[in-house]
């Protein structure tokens, strides 16, 4: 449902993390309830900080989300 609201100035990508690759990058990229199930959530992160816009967010869960 997500994919039929976008339009020109928004796009909406569904892919596993490891399979993802992107030609543009972003202003937002969310981690809804996802982190804490790679064994290191922080190189995950670090692989897609070069799909975020210069003054783009990364939205994460709370710290003691990630740690189990």
Same mark, same amino acid.
């Given at each position: 449902r997500a994919q039929q609201k976008g339009n020109e100035t928004k /796009?909406? /990508?569904?892919?596993t993390a490891e399979k993802f690759v992107a030609d543009v990058t972003?202003? /937002?990229i969310v981690w809804n309830e996802i !982190? $804490? $199930?790679?064994?290191d959530c922080m /190189? =995950?992160?670090?692989? $897609? +900080?070069?799909? !975020? +816009? +210069?003054?783009? =967010?990364c939205q994460k869960p709370p710290v003691n989300r990630l740690v189990a």
């Amino acid at each position: 449902r997500a994919q039929q609201k976008g339009n020109e100035t928004k /796009v909406f /990508v569904n892919s596993t993390a490891e399979k993802f690759v992107a030609d543009v990058t972003f202003d /937002v990229i969310v981690w809804n309830e996802i !982190l $804490y $199930y790679f064994p290191d959530c922080m /190189v =995950i992160m670090q692989k $897609y +900080e070069r799909y !975020l +816009e +210069e003054d783009g =967010i990364c939205q994460k869960p709370p710290v003691n989300r990630l740690v189990a």
